[in-house]
C-alpha cells in the first residue's frame, strides 16, 4: 500500500511571484497542497487565483510573527501595530494573552472563508508559531472544534511534553527543504528518512516562487526559485513513486 506524501507550499498570498510559483509548481510539478497567509498583500490575487484553479487545495498559514493582524494583538505587536519575531521571548515569559490569540486566531479563519468562499483544507502557521508549547492546545482545540487536519511537528510537541489529541494530521512533519543549497537529491532523502522510522504519511513544507519586486525584498529570495526548479523537475513524479508515496493532500484527512 501506497504511503501518503504531501508537499505544501506555504505563503500564498505573499506577493504575485509567490502565488505564481505556487500554482506553476502545481500545475507542472509535485506540489499538491498550499496554505494562504490572509493578513499578506496579495492575499486577493491568491484567491483569484485558487478559483481558477480550484483543485488546489489550499489551507490556513495562520499569522502571528509578520504584518500586521486582523485583531488588536495588543501582547503581539509594535508601536507600529506589526507583529514580529519576538512572539518566541513573550511565549517563553508567559506574556502572550491566549484570549487575544485565540480571537485573531477565528478572525484569520473567517477571512479566510470570506476570500476564497470555502473552509481551508488544513491549518498550520508561519514560523511554525502554532506549535510553541503555550499555543499549541489552543490551536489544537480550533482545528478539533472546526473538523479541520492540522500540520504537526510530532518530535517538537514531544520535546514540550505536550500530548497530541488530533488524528487528523501526518505521522512526519518535515521543514528542511529550506535553504540556499537544495538540490532534488535532499528532497529524495527526506522521503527516504520517513520511510525508515516507518512513517506512513509525511507532510514536507516548501516555498516556490518566482521573483519580483516584493520577493526581492524577503530575506529567503533566490532560494524559492531554486525550489521552484526543483519542484517541478520532470523526473521527480517517477522517483517518489519508486519510493512507494502518493501525492494527496489534507482533504483526505477531513470528514
Request: proline letters at 5%; hydrophobic letters at 40%; one cysteine or more.
Amino acid at each position: 500500500m501506497s504511503k501518503r506524501l504531501i508537499i505544501n507550499a506555504d505563503d500564498f498570498g505573499l506577493c504575485r511571484a509567490q502565488n505564481y510559483g505556487i500554482i506553476e509548481a502545481f500545475e507542472h510539478g509535485v506540489v499538491s497542497s498550499a496554505t494562504a497567509i490572509v493578513t499578506s498583500p496579495a492575499i486577493e490575487h491568491a484567491a483569484w487565483l485558487a478559483k481558477r484553479f480550484p483543485e488546489l487545495p489550499v489551507g490556513l498559514h495562520f499569522m502571528l510573527s509578520w504584518g500586521k493582524p486582523l485583531t488588536p494583538l495588543t501582547s503581539l505587536v509594535n508601536e507600529q501595530g506589526e507583529l514580529n519575531k519576538g512572539i518566541w521571548h513573550k511565549s517563553k515569559a508567559g506574556e502572550l494573552d491566549l484570549t487575544e490569540i485565540s480571537g485573531e486566531l477565528a478572525s484569520q479563519y473567517q477571512r479566510f472563508v470570506a476570500i476564497f468562499g470555502k473552509q481551508p483544507t488544513h491549518i498550520d502557521s508561519h514560523h511554525h508559531v502554532h506549535m510553541l508549547p503555550t499555543l499549541y492546545p489552543l490551536v489544537e482545540a480550533f482545528a478539533k472544534a472546526h473538523d479541520l487536519p492540522l500540520r504537526i511537528d510530532r518530535g517538537e510537541i514531544a520535546r514540550h511534553g505536550l500530548t497530541v489529541n488530533h488524528l487528523q494530521s501526518c505521522d512526519r512533519f518535515d521543514d528542511r527543504f529550506y535553504g540556499a543549497q537544495l538540490t532534488r537529491a535532499d528532497l529524495l532523502q527526506l522521503l527516504d528518512e520517513a520511510s525508515a522510522q516507518g512513517a506512513n504519511s509525511l507532510e514536507i513544507m516548501c516555498h516556490p516562487s518566482f521573483i519580483d519586486l516584493e520577493m526581492q525584498g524577503s530575506s529567503y529570495c533566490q532560494p524559492r526559485l531554486n525550489e521552484l526548479a526543483i519542484l517541478t523537475d520532470p523526473s521527480l513524479p517517477a522517483l517518489i513513486a519508486e519510493r512507494g508515496y502518493r501525492l494527496t493532500s489534507y482533504r483526505e484527512w477531513q470528514p
